[in-house]
Antibody, heavy 121, light 108 residues
Framework: QVQLVQSGAEVKKPGASVKVSCKAS????????LHWLRQAPGQGLEWMGW????????EYGQTFQGRVTMTRDTSTSTVYMELSSLRSDDTAVYYC??????????????WGQGTLVTVSS | SYVLTQPPSVSVAPGQTARITCGGD??????VHWYQQKPGQAPVLVVY???DRPSGIPERFSGFNSGNTATLTISRVEAGDEADYHC???????????FGTGTKVTVL
């Protein structure tokens, strides 16, 4: 069965960077794009960007361009999301999610369990 | 940027029907997906491509999309359906993947 398992919670100071991992299993890692999204406390979901695990190509949302970097390691079927210059309003649960092969219309069928990133001085 | 608007909350008695709307400019020309999210958990896909259900999702969940409104309908509501529901579209430009504001469904 498809599983996405993320790294544990992080506490960072303003201005620092955070790197979150997402290990995929149960399917062919290079077949499907993986996305990163986040959800601030009590707020809705916000898309951050995607990575193509096959070729390594990426696309980032306008809000995050210049601050986010997504990478992958095909040997361990793991993708990473690094967010720099952290601010207090980056405090959120960060999710990875698979771009579903069910549809060509940009839908996420499996999600990681989420990683809480807290930014506080 | 493209905006999707959902009612903050919907209340429904067990066994009745819940309807959750998602409004957007000519949303009927786009393809809508719906996610269920229970407290402290990751979202779960319940409807994709306007009206299709992933494997394992009960037939009680259905979707429709036309004009400026998409609707998720939950028939014969159960206590376990209490959750937040989010609509989502792929916009195709700018921030490609847009989510609605979310609707909290309360089962009375």
């Amino acid at each position: 069965q498809v599983q996405l398992v993320q790294s544990g919670a992080e506490v960072k100071k303003p201005g620092a960077s955070v790197k979150v991992s997402c290990k995929a299993s149960g399917y062919t890692f290079t077949d499907d794009y993986l996305h990163w999204l986040r959800q601030a406390p009590g707020q809705g979901l916000e898309w951050m960007g995607w990575i193509n695990p096959n070729a390594g190509g990426t696309e980032y949302g306008q809000t995050f361009q210049g601050r986010v970097t997504m990478t992958r390691d095909t040997s361990t079927s793991t993708v990473y999301m690094e967010l720099s210059s952290l601010r207090s309003d980056d405090t959120a649960v960060y999710y990875c999610a698979r771009d579903s092969p069910l549809s060509t219309n940009g839908v996420f069928d499996y999600w990681g369990q989420g990683t809480l990133v807290t930014v506080s001085s | 940027s493209y905006v999707l608007t959902q009612p903050p909350s919907v209340s429904v008695a067990p066994g009745q029907t819940a309807r959750i709307t998602c409004g957007g400019d000519n949303i009927g020309s786009k393809t809508v997906h719906w996610y269920q999210q229970k407290p402290g958990q990751a979202p779960v896909l319940v409807v994709y491509d306007d009206s299709d259900r992933p494997s394992g999702i009960p037939e009680r969940f259905s979707g429709f999309n036309s004009g400026n409104t998409a609707t998720l309908t939950i028939s014969r509501v159960e206590a376990g359906d209490e959750a937040d529901y989010h609509c989502q579209v792929w916009h195709g430009s700018g921030d490609h993947y847009v989510f609605g504001t979310g609707t909290k469904v309360t089962v009375l």
